[in-house]
């Protein structure tokens, strides 16, 4: 009875948020989004040799997103991430993992994503395909998108779009060879932001 009850309250949450969505969709909203830096994080974890897991983050990230809410699977979106901008709250692993043996951060600046399709599931889930180039190879790479809320800032009082997009990396197969043994090679990924109209 009360795993019943509480599939039934999370549909009636969804489709409400769902219903919610859709209904945005009338109103006087951007086609064109960018990323608000100071709301967004990239973050990543790796098991470090099977004792721990490691995380970090990458905290200079640009992206815009060009999102129809009439037409969702025309959407399209792009990322650049700054590689020097890794932390993982350790300098001197920070500074390891920014040499050539990792991501090789004077040669290879930036990392980047660019969507081919986009294909929602439903108004607040799709799946985003794309292509992403770490250390100059560029690679298909999809995402699992979560659109949380759309609506209009309360303390700007301009329209504001919470996502969340999750993936994994498979460093090695971008050269990214390094500890192999011992540090994860397929790497999840968890980006959070917000998205504020492009000016």
């Known amino acids: 009875m009360i795993n019943m ?4 309250t999370a549909k009636a949450l969804f489709v409400s948020s ?3 969505i859709t209904t945005m969709a009338s109103a006087a909203l951007p086609t064109q989004w960018e990323l608000d830096n100071s709301h967004t994080r990239v973050g990543f974890s790796v098991s470090h040799m099977g004792f721990s897991t490691t995380m970090g983050h990458f905290s200079d990230v640009e992206g815009t997103v060009n999102y129809d809410m009439k037409a969702p699977n025309q959407a399209s979106m792009e990322f650049t991430i700054a590689t020097d ?5 350790w300098d001197a692993r920070d500074k390891h993992l920014k040499t ?3 991501f090789n951060v004077e040669k290879y600046p930036t990392m980047t994503f660019k969507s081919t399709q986009v294909k929602f599931i439903n108004p607040q889930q799709a799946k985003v395909t794309g292509d992403f180039t770490l250390l100059g190879q ?5 995402l699992d998108v979560t659109l949380n809320k759309i609506d209009n800032s309360p303390l700007t009082k301009e ?3 919470g996502f969340r997009a999750t993936g994994t ?8 060879t390094a500890y192999a043994s011992g540090i994860t090679t397929n790497v999840p990924i968890q980006i ?3 998205l504020v109209e492009k000016k």
């Open 5 to 8: 009850t509480m599939k039934t």
């Open 18 to 20: 769902a219903l919610a």
């Open 85 to 89: 901008s890794i932390d993982t709250n």
């Open 100 to 102: 050539d043996e990792f």
């Open 138 to 142: 560029t690679k298909p790479l999809t």
């Open 159 to 161: 329209p504001v779009a």
């Open 169 to 176: 990396i498979d460093r090695a197969a971008y050269g990214m």
């Open 192 to 194: 959070d932001g917000e």
